[in-house]
């Protein structure tokens, strides 16, 4: 399954030099997170923003999308969840670099919530790195089984607000300990009274890391 959504052509009106792919999180759609783009295009004129949506239409709302059910949010559950979705990602990712003749190291992830969840299960376990992985208000699931599954350690932006009462801010603390053990570069900025969400503060710090990883 590749996963569709919109997308936003690179503003300079020529072949795309990178990709941002942006997974949104439950209950949402593509169009959630592509509101990013206005503010990104600007500063990346040759980038390819794709918004996809999940692959499973959300069951506890009567719109919006999902990529694993959280009728059962135990730790073993989601982690099921997250593995039965990521194939779906994985050929999303091939096919975007096979459409653009781009190679991993120009796409990166840029996920909120569950789409941070799985951004940052399925980019450790690709074969070559992508650029990178910005993970807002997410977490890293299943850890344990990183340890031995992990394949490669793009750099990884980490952005929490402390105020989160959906996704602890803890979340944010434990990933950055097992990716550094793991020799994962990691960036990590906690957001003050920030609830679940991404401000503007957080934004910034999602294009600085963009600009740092495409050079």
Known sequence: MTLTGPRTEPASGGPARNIVLFLHGL??????LMGLAP??????P??????PNAPFACDMAPSGFQWFSLNEASPASIAEGVRAAAPALDKTIDDLLAETGLQPSDLALFGFSQGS??????ALR???PLAGVASFSGALIDPESLQTEIKSKPPV???HG????IVPPQALTGAQSV????????AAVMRPDLEHGIDGEGVQAGASFLKQIFG
Do not use: S, W
């Open 126 to 128: 690709r074969p070559e």
């Open 27 to 32: 209950g949402a759609d593509g169009n959630d």
């Open 117 to 122: 969840m799985m951004a940052l299960h399925t």
């Open 157 to 159: 932006l980490l952005v």
């Open 179 to 186: 990716l550094e053990a793991l020799g994962v570069p990691v």
């Open 46 to 51: 040759d980038t390819l923003f794709v918004a």
């Open 162 to 165: 402390d105020a989160d009462q």
């Open 39 to 44: 503010h990104l295009a600007p500063l990346f």
